[in-house]
Nanobody, 116 residues
Framework: QVQLVESGGGLVQAGGSLRLSCAAS????????MGWYRQAPGNQREWVAT???????NYADSVKGRFTISRDNAKNTVYLQMNSLKLEDTAVYYC??????????WGQGTQVTVSS
């Protein structure tokens, strides 16, 4: 089992920045990928960014150039640095850990609200 604890959400003005954190604990061996997803009210959950075990990263077009996903292996933590935030970035953000290309673990979600 893997437990994920997210933090860092909050209220920020458009154009501002926010950094989300997701700390993993438990059976964290054989982690193949970590990522961030988001879900706005009335919308489907969408993929935002992924960092693979080898360190490569991928981003949704909507956040490319503004968001950066990173990890601290010593702390078993994945981060999402969000810059130049837009109103449409408002959502609940969830982290996900994939273990052994088989099992997915989700965080509880953290609210990000961008205001004008």
């Amino acid at each position: 089992q893997v437990q994920l604890v997210e933090s860092g959400g909050g209220l920020v003005q458009a154009g501002g920045s926010l950094r989300l954190s997701c700390a993993a604990s438990g059976s964290i061996f054989s982690i193949v990928a970590m990522g961030w997803y988001r879900q706005a009210p009335g919308n489907q959950r969408e993929w935002v960014a992924t960092i693979l075990s080898g360190g490569s990263t991928n981003y949704a077009d909507s956040v490319k150039g503004r968001f950066t996903i990173s990890r601290d292996n010593a702390k078993n933590t994945v981060y999402l640095q969000m810059n130049s935030l837009k109103l449409e970035d408002t959502a609940v953000y969830y982290c996900r850990v994939d273990r052994d290309y088989q099992t997915r673990y989700w965080g509880q979600g953290t609210q990000v609200t961008v205001s004008s």
